[in-house]
Every structure is written in C-alpha cells, then in structure tokens.
C-alpha cells in the first residue's frame, strides 16, 4: 500500500545523501508492520491521495522508520490513557473523600417569608438579619475534570445519597428552630431602632423648626432676605443673582437686583432687601442649557418665613398688596 509521510529532511539528506522534500511516498504492508498495523491505519489521514500518515519527521523512508514513529506514537497514547486513569482515579477519590467528611458548616439566617410576607427591616431599608452564624448551610463539593465521565462522577456521589439526604433535613430543622428563636429577639431590635429613628427625626425637625424661626426672625429685624451659595463651575453656571420683584406696570415683572458675592466658581452670599409681603427672586443660568437655569420666587410672610410662590402667585400678591398692605397666611411648605 502506498501512503505519504512527512520526512526530517534535513536528517534523510545528512543520512542518504538524498533530498527527498518534507513529503514524500512510500510504501507499507500489514506484513511488515506485524502488530503496529491497525495503529498504523489509525493515524491516517483517508482524505488524501495517497492516504498521509499523520506523524512528523519520521528520520526515514523504510519500514524500520516508520515501524519506529509508530511505535513512539503507539506508547505515548498507552502512557497518555495511563496517566488519563491515574487523574481520573485520584479524582474520584478526592471527590469520595470530600463527600466522607462533608458537614455542615456556621451561616447566618436571613430573614425569610413568614406569613406570606417578607419580613423586611424598615431602618435603611435592609432585609432583617436575624443573627450571624446561628444557621446552618451544607456547601457541596466542586468538581469538575475533563477525564472523569458524569457517570462515574454520580456514581460517587449517589454512595451518600442518604447521608446528604439526612443532613439536609437536619439543617432545616436546625435553621427553622433558630429561626423561631431569634425572630422575637430580631423584631424587638427593630422596633427599636424604629423608636430611635423616629425620635431622632422629631429632634431633628424640631431644630430645623427652630433654625427656620431663626432665620425668619433674623430677617424681620435685619429686613433682609439672605442665603449661602456654594462654588460652582464658572465656564458652565453664571454667578448667583438675586433680586425684589414688583409689577408697577402689569404682569410683567422688574427685578431690582440685590448683592450677590460669589463670583468666578466661588462660594458666596446672596443678600436682597425683604420685607413680609415683599416678593424676592434668586437664580443661576445654566451657561450650556439655558432651560435648565435655576429661577426661583418667594414671598416672605407676616412671620419672616419665606414661601415658594409660582410667577402668576407673584403678581396676584403683589397687586392685592397695593390694597391690603400685610398677609397674614402662614402658607403651606413656609420656610
């Protein structure tokens, strides 16, 4: 039978004297080969004409060559399966001994479903831990080898398939009786820390009442409507203005400006004169988007405090000043 085969050249050329290429054709018989020739045929590539011996740099042309590459490569395939069974032997077991000592190890119970329901933390928003390392959770085994068939895997891990089996049923026995024992505990911090939290906010608005009372009495003594402005990019925001606003001529608005001293990105004041009915405006374009410029309108109050109004607010309180000097409403959202 002829066949090609891909030859040393250097070392046929350096032996024989012949040049012969990196291919060339020879011919093989099942006599010759003896034992070696179904590996022989194995390693042909059929797809060629004549069929090519899938072997390389075979250091001869003859039958003694090519018996020699064959074998080389027959061995190497009985070691690779060798050390192939070894890997897969220490891998199962690997597997069989982690599976032998698989115990469940500490975990933290988390809040669970009771009653349909979540049971929820309502301070941070945080699901409801009820303790650290109360619980129980079995972490299995990874395993993964690409010399080991999924049959034989199972095999091994069907030997503890009532040993897990158990221990899983352990754990939730475990876990839900701990469950039933911290959850008073767990619920009674929380309402607690509700408790905390509410009074916390109560003291807290109770001071931003008594800051706003401040300010507002601050204003009427001074008569003067003041407010901190922080820096700011100056190649994308003008500086912050602020301004009285009146109507002496109809619905359009003329703003006397008042001082303000945050100039180029710095942080700064804005200071108007404001008395209670008064009507003030304050702002900052928006150098790049115009639309999204900052102009606000407020009136102060019989109190001090100033109100949020919108510009068709402005002018109806600024025309029923002119008849009714003072107003008295408190006003919702006065700050």
């Not at 190890?105 to 301070?123: R, V, Y």
């Not at 019989?302 to 109100?307: A, P």
Request: net charge negative; proline share 4%.
């Amino acid at each position: 039978m002829k066949i090609k085969i891909n030859i040393d050249r250097k070392h046929v050329l350096a032996t024989t004297g012949t040049d012969l290429g990196d291919q060339t054709e020879t011919e093989v018989s099942k006599e010759g080969l003896g034992e070696l020739w179904v590996t022989m045929v194995s390693l042909l590539d059929m797809r060629t004409s004549p069929p090519t011996l899938v072997l390389y740099s075979l250091k001869g042309v003859d039958a003694a060559s090519i018996r020699d590459a064959v074998q080389k490569k027959s061995d190497e395939d009985a070691a690779e399966r060798t050390a192939d069974n070894e890997r897969k032997l220490t891998a199962l077991a690997d597997l069989r001994k982690a599976y032998e000592n698989l115990t469940p190890s500490p975990d933290s119970i988390d809040a669970k479903e009771q009653d349909g329901k979540w049971i929820t933390c309502d301070h941070f928003y945080a699901t409801l831990t009820l303790s650290t390392d109360a619980g129980l959770k079995i972490t299995f085994p990874s395993f993964w080898s690409d010399v080991c068939p999924d049959s034989e895997r199972d095999g091994v891990i069907g030997e503890f398939a009532a040993k897990v089996e158990k221990m899983k049923e352990d754990v939730q026995a475990h876990n839900d009786a701990q469950f039933a024992r911290l959850l008073p505990i767990a619920l009674a911090a929380r309402e607690k820390a509700k408790q905390e939290q509410e009074k916390a906010d109560a003291e807290a608005k109770v001071q931003e009442q008594s800051a706003l009372t401040a300010r507002a009495k601050k204003r009427l003594e001074t008569g003067f409507w003041e407010k901190e402005t922080g820096s700011y990019n100056e190649r994308r925001f003008s500086s912050p203005w602020c301004a009285l606003v009146t109507f002496p001529s109809g619905p359009k608005a003329e703003y006397s400006f008042g001082d303000a001293t945050g100039k180029w990105g710095s942080a700064g004041l804005l200071r108007v004169k404001c008395g209670p009915g008064d009507i003030i405006a304050w702002g900052q374009k928006d150098l790049r988007r115009p639309g999204n410029s900052e102009h606000n309108l407020l009136t102060m109050l019989d109190n001090g405090r100033m109100q949020s109004i919108d510009k068709t607010e402005a002018f109806r309180l600024w025309t029923a000043r002119q008849t009714q000097p003072s107003i008295s409403d408190m006003g919702h959202g006065a700050a």
